[in-house]
Nanobody
Framework: QVQLVESGGGSVQTGGALTLSCEAS????????MAWYRQPAGNQRELVAS???????TYSNSVKGRFSVSRDVFTNTWTLQMENLKPEDTAVYYC???????????????WGQGTQVTVSS
């Protein structure tokens, strides 16, 4: 069984910073891609940033230059450093992984439980 556990959410004022972390645990053979999504209240979930097995990163236009995603392949953790936060960044943030467990030959998507980020003006 695989679990993704997020940590690091909270409340900050405009211009503040937060770092989110996600740790994947369980019988994991390989993680192909790690990502962060967010879902503002009443809106759809959207991709914020991702990092693949080669270390290549992608960011949504709304966070480019402010957010940075990184990963530690040895501990199966990835982080999202968020700076210069804005009220529109307020959302529940979810980590996401495309991974293969040891008993399978196929990759599947797994989600964390979500962590709230609130940015006040």
């Amino acid at each position: 069984q695989v679990q993704l556990v997020e940590s690091g959410g909270g409340s900050v004022q405009t211009g503040g910073a937060l770092t989110l972390s996600c740790e994947a645990s369980g019988s994991i053979a390989n993680i192909n891609n790690m990502a962060w999504y967010r879902q503002p209240a009443g809106n759809q979930r959207e991709l914020v940033a991702s990092i693949n097995s080669g270390g290549e990163t992608t960011y949504s236009n709304s966070v480019k230059g402010r957010f940075s995603v990184s990963r530690d392949v040895f501990t199966n953790t990835w982080t999202l450093q968020m700076e210069n936060l804005k009220p529109e960044d307020t959302a529940v943030y979810y980590c996401n992984a495309n991974l293969r467990i040891r008993s399978s030959y196929t990759y599947q998507i797994y989600w964390g439980q979500g962590t709230q980020v609130t940015v006040s003006s």
